[in-house]
């Protein structure tokens, strides 16, 4: 069992940064893949980043490349994810995931191959 808290949501203006923390509890954190998703209104939940278990893999989205930084500690049970250079289309609820385990690939980017959903933190983008 892994529980996920996130944190750091909130307003922010255009061009600007938040850093989004995820807090797991479990015995089973360090062993799994994990990554963040996103949702804006009235659309479908998408990926944003996902991290192996080591953290030395990292995988992005297109539309945050560059951008946003993708990082945990294995110590600490915490996974953070820097966002910068935000846009008005960044605006969405963000959320924590742990993938299924054993996978065979070291990234996850899929929603169906996550077992624990945080239950997500509100970043706004002001124009």
């Known amino acids: 069992q892994v529980q996920l808290v996130e944190s750091g949501g909130g307003l922010v203006q255009a061009g600007g940064s938040l850093r989004l923390s995820c807090a797991a509890s479990g015995r089973t954190f360090s062993s799994r893949a994990m990554a963040w998703f996103r949702q804006a209104s009235g659309k479908e939940r998408e990926f944003v980043a996902a991290?192996?278990?080591?953290?030395?893999?990292?995988h992005y989205a297109d539309s945050v490349k560059g951008r946003f930084t993708v990082s945990r500690d294995n110590v600490k049970n915490l996974v953070l994810l820097q966002m910068n250079s935000l846009k008005p289309e960044d605006t969405a609820v963000y959320y924590c995931?742990?993938?299924?385990?054993?996978?065979?690939?070291?990234?996850?980017?899929?929603?169906?191959?996550?077992?624990?959903w945080g239950t997500g933190t509100l970043v706004t983008v002001s124009s």
């Open positions: 995931a742990a993938a299924k385990t054993p996978l065979p690939r070291v990234v996850v980017t899929t929603r169906d191959d996550m077992d624990y």
């Open positions: 991290i192996g278990r080591s953290g030395s893999i990292t």
